[in-house]
């Protein structure tokens, strides 16, 4: 069964560096999510990415945050200057259509900021 | 505002059917959603409610009232591996497709 991929599975960096979080989403999939988790708090909508422009993004996506479809399978997240408080787990989903269809989660990424 | 709230915990035992609630208010509705998510892992979808009743997939099911702002999931038979937190989830209304969710319910299944 296809599935949505990311890695790396985790991530240490230092504050103030650059980090750049891949996926793989659904080959037939359109539209492209991302999503972060801070440890023990619930699922966090980062940004919404469809016909290679962003849909919509919540006010955690600020200026730090951007993204990117640099070919036909990959998705990126790129952080420009990490802070301590992005340290979340990352996760990436899919999904055929927009709404309703469902949205499939990737592994995600723990991204440690120190 | 957003708001979606559902409880912290529940304990049920093996075998046994437990009901899981969830309330929202939103400024947009296109859909309720239930995930699953173990610990350290990433949410599974369960069920999705866009009107206003019970859908029923196997072991789970799931109710919509969109006139008050509730839904519940519904888990029957249960075993150990249901151990997880129960994420529900509304998608907003705008052409983005946000998704916002609930803090979870971790559910404990004792033998």
């Known amino acids: 069964e296809p599935e949505v991929t990311q890695t790396p599975s985790h991530q240490v960096t230092q504050m103030g560096q650059e980090v750049i979080l891949r996926c793989v989403p659904i080959s037939n999939h359109l539209y492209f999510y991302w999503y972060r988790q801070i440890l023990g708090q619930k699922v966090e909508f980062l940004v919404s990415f469809y016909n290679n422009e962003i849909s919509e993004k919540s006010e955690i996506f600020d200026d730090q945050f951007s993204v990117e479809r640099p070919d036909g399978s990959n998705f990126t997240l790129k952080i420009r200057s990490t802070k301590l408080e992005d340290s979340a787990m990352y996760f990436c989903?899919?999904?055929?259509?927009?709404?309703?269809?469902?949205?499939?989660f990737g592994p995600g990424t723990r991204l440690t900021v120190l | 505002g957003q708001n979606i709230d559902q409880p912290t915990e529940m304990t049920a035992t093996e075998g046994a059917i437990v009901q899981i609630n969830c309330t929202y208010q939103?400024?947009?509705?296109?859909?309720l959603f239930w995930y699953q998510q173990h610990a350290g892992e990433a949410p599974t979808f369960l069920s999705y409610?866009?009107?206003?009743g019970l859908e029923e997939k196997g072991r789970f099911s799931s109710f919509l009232s969109r006139s008050k702002g509730y839904s519940y999931l519904l888990l029957k038979e249960l075993q150990m591996k249901d151990s997880a937190s129960y994420l529900c989830?509304?998608?907003?209304?705008?052409?983005?497709?946000?998704?916002?969710f609930g803090a979870g319910t971790r559910l404990f299944v004792k033998a």
């Open positions: 989903a899919s999904s055929v259509g927009g709404a309703p269809d469902t949205q499939y």
């Open positions: 409610n866009v009107l206003d």
């Open positions: 989830a509304v998608r907003d209304r705008g052409g983005g497709f946000k998704t916002i």
């Open positions: 939103t400024s947009g509705f296109n859909g």
